[in-house]
């Protein structure tokens, strides 16, 4: 059963620069006295993570600032606002970005209020203080992924790890590097406390583990925020804690990729971190959102496509380039994560087949305008044609097994171990594929085909933004921005179009604008310490 649906809490208003009289109920300190309160907090942080700030404005920031995805939001035009600006990577003080800030935060203060009330004991002896250190490590835990996605995306933020209070309701910026070792902390916390008392559905200290890993991953290749050592050490301790989680043999691949994505599959052998989600408690949106139009029998906007750059790089990889069309990409791409991933062609949930054919890139090789110029991102499509809630149940996958492997790929690359196939080819198996020459040709091959890996395999899970952006500006203007806007003229892999200025946008190659987001003017405005 869904943890989310179970809990009804109560509401909490909070911003960085927070308004005393506010004093929101969530952060009393009595309800941390029984265990039964206490998981009820718990289940309150995570709440906060499933709310719409945090989860579909987070991804709609996440998918789209990464120069992979395109979206039909604003009448399916690249005049649109988020086209012209998020999509093409100068996104400004945008609105959904503030938003996001807000519901980080909001989750962080919720998680600040537990660290500070929960009572831990270092060897646990009794139910209870199980129960307990549990849902501090929670707490933790949230509070790491919050500034995790903070500072992927914003840098410099407000270091906040304490409740406001009178005298103490404003916050400088402190430096990425701090907050990255804030990260670090909290997730050695985490480890430490995070039990399993929970159940089915609530992350384990590999979470921790898998997350912290990745944080050494960002230091390994960003100076900046390097407090310790050189790269090759920061490779060495991401290895660590990935391996930690490996060889805890809880995970495995499922064998059907596309499971994944749906009710049916959800808390599988391969999740690591899911966000719960019921339909009468998170209202998510997400099925409504990433539905196509029609697709399902109402509430379907569709705003989500994969560049149709993006899709032919994997047609490119895995389908040897063949001019494939209509229905027989559909059924015969070598690549048997092409289905789970892109939705290009189907018949309207209100008509009877084969009435009602709707037909996107590259099924529609016209490619008549924007919006039928890229294929649909099918992953958080809700795939029950007849379902016309506004609302869906659908469980949002944060952290998975397939992730560590490419991770632990990655990272045994770079320190030259020799493992990289052993974790690389179960992911390319489970897909129907064997490795790619790029995979045999050195260090530096290996390094920029299992970065188009993480795409083809992890494409609008939230990630995008990271992968694509973690070794640096050169390296993301070299393999993601200039190859989409040099590619402005060429011909595509499926007929004989064009990508052309009607149908696509030219990627920003300014630093400040397309590696990280501006902090929001709502913060600016009522934080006295940042301007």
Not at 71 to 78: A, I, L, P, Q, S
Not at 131 to 137: K, S, T
Not at 206 to 217: F, R
Not at 388 to 406: I, P, T
Request: proline content about 4%; some cysteine; glycine content about 8%.
């Amino acid at each position: 059963m869904k943890y989310i649906k179970l809990f009804l809490i109560l509401p909490l208003v909070f911003f960085v620069s927070c308004d005393l009289d506010e004093s929101p109920p969530f952060l009393d300190a009595t309800l941390y006295q029984d265990v039964q309160s206490a998981e009820a907090a718990r289940d309150g942080i995570y709440q906060a993570l499933t709310g719409y700030n945090t989860q579909e404005r987070r991804l709609f920031i996440e998918n789209l600032y990464s120069g992979l995805m395109f979206t039909r939001k604003g009448g399916g035009r690249v005049t649109s606002r988020d086209m012209s600006t998020l999509c093409s990577l100068k996104p400004g003080y945008h609105m959904d970005a503030e938003f996001m800030w807000g519901g980080l935060y909001q989750a962080i203060a919720r998680a600040n209020g537990a660290i500070a009330a929960v009572n831990t004991v270092a060897t646990p002896s009794n139910t209870d203080e199980l129960a307990f250190n549990d849902v501090a490590g929670h707490a933790y835990f949230v509070r790491a992924w919050a500034y995790f996605k903070l500072a992927t995306h914003w840098g410099d933020i407000p270091l906040w790890l304490e409740l406001p209070s009178e005298g103490n309701t404003n916050k400088a910026k402190s430096p990425a590097s701090d907050v990255y070792d804030q990260i670090v902390s909290d997730l050695q916390m985490a480890q430490t406390l995070l039990n399993g008392n929970g159940g089915v559905g609530y992350p384990k200290q590999h979470a921790a583990s898998m997350l912290l890993a990745k944080v050494y991953m960002a230091k390994a290749t960003n100076t900046d925020i390097q407090t310790m050592g050189g790269s090759m050490d920061y490779w060495g301790l991401a290895y660590s804690e990935a391996i930690k989680v490996y060889n805890s043999g809880e995970y495995s691949l499922v064998s059907d990729y596309g499971s994944l994505f749906t009710v049916q599959g959800e808390n599988s052998t391969e999740s690591i971190f899911e966000l719960q989600i019921a339909q009468d408690a998170a209202n998510s949106q997400i099925g409504r959102n990433f539905t196509p139009w029609k697709y399902k029998a109402g509430m379907h906007f569709g705003w989500f496509q994969v560049t149709a750059f993006q899709h032919d790089k994997h047609v490119a990889a895995y389908g040897g380039g063949q001019n494939w069309t209509g229905p027989t990409l559909i059924t015969s791409f070598p690549d048997k994560r092409y289905n789970a991933t892109y939705l290009h062609q189907y018949y309207r949930a209100d008509r009877t087949a084969p009435a009602g054919n709707v037909r996107v890139y590259p099924s529609a090789s016209w490619r008549g305008g924007m919006g039928s110029s890229h294929p649909y991102l099918f992953k958080w499509v809700e795939k029950d044609r007849t379902h016309s809630n506004q609302y869906n149940s659908q469980n949002v996958v944060a952290m998975r097994y397939a992730e560590l492997l490419l991770m632990l790929a990655v990272i045994s690359n770079e320190l030259g171990n020799g493992q990289e196939m052993t974790y690389l080819t179960p992911v390319l198996s489970r897909a129907g594929l064997s490795p790619r020459a790029e995979f045999s040709a050195g260090q530096s091959s290996f390094r920029d085909a299992i970065m188009e890996e993480y795409q083809f395999e992890l494409i609008g899970e939230g990630e995008d933004s990271f992968h694509t952006k973690r070794r640096g500006y050169q390296y993301f203007l070299d393999h993601t921005v200039l190859p989409h806007n040099n590619s402005f003229g060429k011909k595509v892999l499926i007929g004989s179009q064009k990508y052309q200025a009607n149908r696509e946008v030219q990627f920003s190659t300014n630093e400040s604008e397309i590696m990280k987001l501006q902090i929001p003017l709502s913060e600016i405005n009522t934080n006295e310490l940042i301007n």
